[in-house]
């Protein structure tokens, strides 16, 4: 199977541009799926450069760079200090995050990620973990299963979607893919019919894998896996991640607050790299459709000297006003 096959990494070019790689650098690729993005990284890297690639699917590790710069780490991102700690990194350049899922998941059957062919719901990333989507369906609340369709899936009609999946699992267990398509297809619109069954089964997958605790981990720890300088990248797919990342890159805080010193600009630790998102260009949606809904953020981490320089400049100006 062929890398491009496997995976098509989104914006790539950006992304390389955007983390402005430094030969003799420390970077880490959160997200190493197919390689894709960590093998341009490692092309951009001198001898003296490192790439960390984490992933918590075990099938990565077949797919692994042999590069003496590179480390692979068997984990969620949601764990990056430990882990960085345990290999003696301290703070690094650069961090990507590309928050997509890989072609290999959807295309392959027995992982449940996808409403096009049979098999188990299970979409984990982590195999190992104890929850799939089928354990998810038979045991969760029509509540809290409906606010999950409605915030992670943005369907409208959420409230009946959850009631027709509970009363379907009291009369059979959903454990298959085509059962699951076969309970909710009654209230889907046929006219958007395969988007509405990808938000059903997108919002599953974000619950099973807890994927917006994991993100909010992942920015929070970045302010100090980051040097003085150092860059973070994220492509998000779903409004929501794209929100958080969003506000994080503004503020430093994941839910949008927002703090103004005494001359009302706002205290961040963040300088946007780019003010406007980053989307992909026709070409590339051409090329790989699965990059139409991708959303790149890039913002450099604020050195505290540059803080301070802003204030004794803004102190000066401020002064010469007054006189």
């Not at 990056?80 to 290999?87: Q, T």
């Not at 927002?258 to 989307?279: H, L, Q």
Request: proline residues 3%.
């Amino acid at each position: 199977m062929s890398e491009q096959v496997y995976h098509i990494p989104a914006l790539l070019d950006e992304t390389l541009a955007g983390l402005s790689i430094t030969p003799s650098g420390t970077y880490v690729d959160v997200t190493l799926g197919g390689g894709g993005h960590s093998r341009a990284i490692l092309a951009a890297l001198g001898s003296e450069g490192r790439l960390y690639g984490f992933d918590q699917d075990l099938e990565a590790e077949g797919r692994l760079i042999s590069d003496p710069r590179f480390t692979f780490v068997h984990s969620n991102f949601a764990y990056l200090r430990n882990f960085l700690r345990y290999h003696g990194v301290d703070q690094v350049d650069g961090i990507l995050a590309d928050l997509g899922v890989s072609f290999h998941h959807f295309d392959a059957a027995e992982r449940g990620f996808s409403f096009r062919s049979e098999g188990r719901l299970d979409m984990r990333m982590n195999r190992d973990a104890s929850r799939d989507a089928a354990s998810y369906l038979a045991e969760v609340e029509e509540g809290e299963l409906a606010d999950a369709l409605y915030l992670y899936g943005e369907l409208k009609q959420s409230r009946r979607l959850a009631a027709a999946i509970v009363k379907a699992r009291a009369q059979a267990p959903i454990e298959s893919t085509l059962r699951l398509v076969e309970v909710v297809s009654p209230l889907i619109n046929r006219r958007q019919e395969k988007k509405e069954l990808a938000q059903v089964f997108q919002a599953l997958r974000i619950v099973v894998n807890r994927e917006m605790d994991a993100l909010r981990s992942l920015l929070e720890q970045s302010l100090a896996v980051l040097k003085p300088g150092g860059r973070l990248a994220v492509i998000a797919y779903h409004s929501l991640e794209d929100r958080m990342v969003k506000n994080f890159m503004r503020s430093g805080d994941v839910e949008g607050k927002v703090e103004k010193d005494f001359y009302g600009r706002v205290n961040s630790p963040w300088e946007a790299v780019n003010n406007k998102v980053i989307t992909a260009s026709d070409e590339e949606v051409a090329r790989n459709p699965r990059s139409r809904s991708a959303r790149l953020r890039i913002a450099r981490k604020i050195a505290p000297a540059e803080g301070m320089a802003d204030d004794l400049a803004d102190d000066i100006k401020q002064q010469l006003k007054n006189n």
